[in-house]
Structure formats: C-alpha cells, structure tokens
C-alpha cells in the first residue's frame, strides 16, 4: 500500500522560505507514470494545487505560486519537496503531498498532511 | 483559470437519504472531473475520477454524472460515515482547480 508522509518544520518567520519533504513508501516515485504534487488548505478554508511533478522532470505550478515556488525529486530516497519563498501570513495552511497518475491528474493517494504556520 | 463552483455549499440531511451535490465548471471541462471526501483532521480521500469512475474501495452507493459542465455527486442512501466536506476538481487544465466544497452533516 503506498503511503506518503510530509515533514518539516510547523513554524516559519514571515519572508523565509518554507521547504517540506514528503517521503513515499511502499512504491517507487521512479515512474515517469504519476506526478509527485502538493495542495495546501488554509484553516478552514478549501483546497490549492501548488505544483506537480515527475520523475522525468517535468513540472507543472500553479500560476499563482508559480515565482515563489520550487519542487523538487529524490529518486535516491524516495521524497519529494516543496520549497515556498518569501512567505506571509497568506500562507500559514495545512500542506499535503499528492500522488497523481500522468493522464488523469486527479489526486489518488495522499499524505496526512502538515500545518505550516508562518509568524514571526 | 478554470472556476469551480459547488452547491449547496452546505446541507443537512439523515441517514438513509438520497443526496446530490453538484459542481459547475465556467469552461467546458470534457470528463475532467473527480470527487473527494473530506472528514475533520484528515486529508482528502478520492472517491470518484473521470467524472463517474469509482476508486477502488469506494462504496457504490456514490455515484457520479455529467450534464454538459455540470457534474453531480449522488450518494444513493447516506450512512453515518459520510458525514463530511465533498470537494470536486478539475483536472482539465493547469492550474487544477477545485470547488469551494460541500458540507454534509447530520439533520
């Protein structure tokens, strides 16, 4: 059964860069089949996709996000990771990585997802 | 950006009954569309993909439709575990985009 589990630090001071992993088990991310993504949700609020990506490198971000955002791969470790610049307020929210397959893009296993709260 | 809308946004209904949450695209989104259930604490749980493709697991009382770029989540008989928040998203085109989501609770 493939599991996905986010981790990193909860507390990030307002214009640093926040940076999570995401390590896979149970399944390699060496498939140029899925893409490795994250979402975030903001307390209370609804779901954002960040960006995706795959083993062969291509990436997809949200336009939105699209300057301050970078993810990267570790086939070698089997982890993903997401680093967020220059961070406010706007982005304290639970952030969850994702796994989708490369023809359908929808979101079929998930982490358990981290708060990231950005204060100073 | 592709837009997502849901509605209701809420509702309150029993066990047993037959509820149906709808999501609208503001852009033709073909079968682009998949359904998740979200309980409090937890992540998203895909239920349904491809607009009516049910996810290994998932109980066939949920089912899903399309009518031109509306979609509709049925849950045919609800069950005390599917209290939670329903959330649709289109995988059409980037950004992927998901409905504000849907509150089911308990009447």
């Known amino acids: 059964q493939l599991q996905l589990q986010e981790s990193g630090p909860g507390l990030v001071k307002p214009s640093e860069t926040l940076s999570l992993t995401c390590t896979v088990s149970?399944?390699?991310?060496?498939?140029?089949?899925?893409?490795w993504g994250w979402i975030r949700q903001p307390p209370g609020k609804g779901l954002e996709w960040i960006g995706s990506m795959s083993y062969s490198g291509s990436t997809y971000y949200n336009p939105s996000l699209k300057s301050r955002v970078a993810i990267s791969l570790d086939a070698s470790k089997n982890q993903f990771s997401l680093k967020v610049r220059s961070v406010t307020a706007a982005d304290t929210a639970v952030y969850y990585c994702?796994?989708?397959?490369?023809?359908?893009?929808?979101?079929?296993?998930w982490g358990q997802g981290t708060l990231v709260t950005v204060s100073s | 950006d592709i837009q997502m809308t849901q509605s209701p946004s809420s509702l309150s209904a029993s066990v047993g009954d037959r509820v149906t949450i709808t999501c609208r695209a503001s852009?033709?989104?073909?079968?682009?569309l998949s359904w998740y259930q979200q309980k409090p604490g937890k992540a998203p749980n895909l239920l349904i993909y491809a607009t009516s493709s049910l996810q290994g697991g998932v109980p066939s009382r949920f089912s899903g439709s399309r009518s031109g770029t509306d979609f509709t989540l049925t849950i045919s008989s609800l069950q005390p575990e599917d209290f939670a928040t329903y959330y649709c998203?289109?995988?059409?085109?980037?950004?992927?985009?998901f409905g504000p989501g849907t509150k089911v609770d308990i009447k």
């Open positions: 149970g399944g390699s991310i060496g498939s140029s089949y899925y893409y």
């Open positions: 852009q033709s989104i073909t079968n682009s």
């Open positions: 994702a796994r989708t397959s490369a023809d359908s893009y929808y979101f079929d296993y």
């Open positions: 998203q289109q995988s059409y085109s980037i950004p992927f985009t």
